[in-house]
């Protein structure tokens, strides 16, 4: 009677067969078992989207299947499945080390039994049990080892809290941090060769905490609302601010978009050529109506250089629209001042839909 073999390629010798090498064959049986119960394979599955079979070596050591742990490596460049045959029955440490962002399925050969699959962001460890409780259709079953996140994309608890030890934590470009219901609460955006920080240091009793920059020398700190959101500050003061001012060599003739998203000082530095219209705006695909609400205010300055001939500011519109503006000293400028800067300051009210209020001044430096 011939020998037999398990499913994971140990030999049951038959008796009284192979006379003369029964110890060299009980030494590889028990290599075997070795390896199942404590051997570690590599398994190379670089590539696109394929299939990789795991086969049984009948009385031989060395298949990646009939080791304890099995690590999938290589670049992958597709989804990909790794298989056993139906009737390996035993358990695996799984580890993902590929690189690529693409899933890495474990199951049975054929069947539509359950399997295990590591997520195309999950290069971690997995422990699943090869059931082989069908002959069709056995399952993959994975082993919950009490710490979440081990086999699948779910959420670790802590039981403590978190020492990072000296060490950093490192997020991945556009991951965040979530609050307690799973939505996004900080949004971490990476910028290649970075050098420059946010630094956020609390503070002792008495004093503020402070949000700041750091990296290089001068580091500035922006806030950008996204569209045409804006930034909102509590009741208390503002301190050492500075506008947003744009000095143009141009000179004033015709209609002057200005757009207040942009600027809150326009300065023409080249001599006015012809008199000229203001219109207010948020931009070039925004309106100011769009970016204000109505029982908010907001105010603006135009600088208009005038040479021997003076040319002045002889209309006013908001989003391309006609407004009448309230001038200080009771009516409007009817002509501009020669060899001065000639400033003209607008506060600008929305009183509703599309509808301004707006108050001007004209004010000669020279």
């Given at each position: 009677?011939?020998?037999?073999?398990?499913?994971?390629?140990?030999?049951?010798?038959a008796?009284?067969?192979?006379?003369?090498t029964?110890?060299?064959?009980?030494?590889?049986?028990?290599?075997?078992?070795?390896?199942?119960?404590?051997g570690?394979?590599?398994?190379?599955?670089?590539?696109?989207?394929?299939?990789?079979?795991?086969?049984?070596?009948?009385?031989?050591?060395?298949?990646?299947?009939?080791?304890?742990?099995?690590?999938?490596?290589?670049t992958?460049?597709?989804?990909?499945?790794?298989?056993?045959?139906l009737d390996a029955?035993?358990?695996?440490?799984?580890?993902?080390?590929?690189?690529?962002?693409?899933?890495?399925?474990?199951?049975?050969?054929?069947?539509?039994?359950?399997?295990?699959?590591?997520?195309?962001?999950?290069?971690?460890?997995?422990l699943?049990?090869?059931?082989?409780?069908?002959?069709t259709?056995p399952?993959?079953?994975?082993?919950?080892?009490?710490?979440?996140?081990?086999?699948?994309?779910?959420?670790?608890?802590?039981?403590?809290?978190?020492?990072?030890?000296?060490?950093?934590?490192?997020?991945?470009?556009?991951?965040f941090?979530a609050?307690?219901?799973?939505?996004?609460?900080?949004?971490?955006?990476?910028?290649?060769?970075?050098?420059?920080?946010?630094?956020?240091?609390?503070?002792?009793?008495?004093?503020?905490?402070?949000?700041?920059?750091?990296?290089e020398?001068n580091?500035?700190?922006?806030?950008?609302?996204?569209?045409?959101?804006?930034?909102?500050?509590?009741?208390?003061?503002?301190q050492?601010?500075?506008?947003k001012?744009?000095?143009?060599?141009?000179?004033?003739?015709?209609?002057?978009?200005?757009?207040?998203?942009?600027?809150?000082?326009l300065?023409?530095t080249?001599?006015?050529?012809?008199?000229?219209t203001?219109?207010l705006?948020?931009?070039?695909?925004?309106t100011?109506?769009?970016?204000?609400?109505?029982?908010?205010?907001?105010t603006?300055?135009f600088?208009?250089?005038?040479?021997?001939?003076?040319?002045?500011?002889?209309?006013?519109?908001?989003?391309?629209?006609?407004?009448?503006?309230?001038?200080?000293?009771?009516?409007?400028?009817?002509?501009?001042?020669a060899?001065?800067?000639?400033?003209?300051?607008?506060?600008?009210f929305?009183?509703?839909?599309?509808?301004?209020?707006?108050?001007?001044?004209?004010?000669?430096?020279?």
């Amino acid at each position: 009677m011939a020998s037999t073999y398990t499913p994971l390629g140990v030999e049951l010798q038959a008796t009284g067969e192979n006379a003369g090498t029964w110890g060299t064959k009980t030494n590889t049986n028990l290599s075997i078992i070795e390896q199942i119960s404590g051997g570690y394979s590599a398994q190379s599955i670089a590539g696109g989207a394929q299939t990789t079979d795991l086969t049984v070596s009948d009385g031989s050591t060395g298949a990646v299947m009939s080791h304890r742990m099995i690590e999938f490596t290589g670049t992958i460049t597709g989804n990909q499945i790794v298989t056993i045959p139906l009737d390996a029955q035993t358990f695996y440490f799984l580890r993902n080390s590929t690189s690529g962002a693409y899933t890495v399925q474990f199951k049975y050969i054929t069947g539509s039994g359950s399997t295990f699959t590591f997520s195309a962001t999950n290069k971690g460890d997995a422990l699943v049990f090869a059931s082989a409780d069908d002959g069709t259709n056995p399952k993959i079953l994975t082993i919950d080892t009490g710490i979440k996140n081990v086999v699948e994309d779910t959420t670790p608890q802590l039981g403590g809290n978190l020492d990072t030890n000296s060490q950093n934590i490192l997020i991945d470009d556009a991951h965040f941090i979530a609050d307690e219901s799973g939505n996004e609460q900080v949004i971490f955006q990476t910028t290649a060769s970075a050098v420059n920080e946010l630094e956020i240091t609390n503070a002792a009793t008495g004093n503020g905490p402070i949000l700041g920059s750091s990296g290089e020398t001068n580091v500035d700190l922006n806030i950008t609302p996204k569209g045409t959101g804006r930034v909102v500050l509590g009741a208390g003061a503002i301190q050492n601010l500075t506008e947003k001012a744009t000095v143009s060599a141009t000179a004033a003739t015709g209609t002057i978009n200005y757009d207040v998203r942009t600027q809150a000082v326009l300065y023409y530095t080249s001599a006015s050529t012809g008199n000229f219209t203001i219109n207010l705006r948020g931009d070039g695909s925004t309106t100011l109506n769009n970016i204000m609400d109505t029982g908010e205010s907001l105010t603006v300055a135009f600088l208009a250089t005038n040479t021997g001939t003076p040319y002045y500011q002889s209309a006013f519109q908001i989003d391309g629209s006609s407004v009448t503006p309230e001038y200080q000293g009771g009516s409007a400028p009817d002509a501009g001042n020669a060899n001065s800067v000639d400033v003209y300051t607008y506060t600008v009210f929305k009183t509703g839909d599309a509808a301004f209020t707006a108050l001007a001044s004209q004010t000669q430096f020279a």
